[in-house]
């Protein structure tokens, strides 16, 4: 099984490959998409959408697995990471891939057995199960290889999270 995960945003999306044979994980590609601040909004989802796209069609993942937001303060922010959100989403849509969704907290469990983990605990736990040489970066990356491996890991219970 191939997944993809997302951290989502729009400066910069945090992807991460991995497949998944029986109770080994491997990381295939993982990387960011980033977008200028100076670019329109419009024109900044659409260089998200068309890369994440052009990710979707050449590794044809069969899982895409996405975190939930959570914003407690700025609301400007949260709408602009919703609206990257949808178009990311979309893209999964278009390209005929099943969307699963995890909230941090359950990132964090999946991952690490403890949903209050910090982040550096969820870091070196990516690089561990994945048999990297060191904690990708920028940190969206790990964090989008941790929602992967989230989904990875939620087996039998995985329709419980698909976004239908």
């Excluded at 796209?53 to 899982?63: M, R």
């Excluded at 099943?98 to 964090?108: A, G, R, W």
Aim: aromatic residues 8%; hydrophobic residues 45%.
């Amino acid at each position: 099984m191939i997944i993809v995960g997302i951290d989502p945003g729009i400066a910069i999306v945090g992807y991460g490959i991995i497949e998944k044979k029986g109770n080994k994980l491997k990381a295939i590609k993982y990387g960011a998409i980033t977008t200028e601040p100076d670019i329109s909004l419009p024109y900044r989802l659409k260089i998200v959408y068309d890369e994440l796209t052009k990710i979707l069609i050449e590794y044809k993942p069969d899982a895409f697995a996405i975190e939930e937001l959570f914003f407690n303060k700025n609301v400007k922010t949260a709408i602009t990471i919703g609206q990257a959100r949808g178009v990311e989403i979309l893209a999964a849509v278009n390209c005929g891939i099943d969307i699963y969704e995890y909230t941090p907290l359950q990132v964090k469990q999946g991952v690490v057995g403890y949903g209050r983990a910090q982040k550096k605990q969820v870091q070196e736990m990516v690089k561990l199960l994945l048999n990297l040489k060191e904690i990708p970066k920028p940190d969206d990356v790990a964090d989008a290889l941790a929602v992967a491996i989230c989904h990875a890991h939620s087996g039998r219970f995985k329709e419980l999270f698909k976004i239908r």
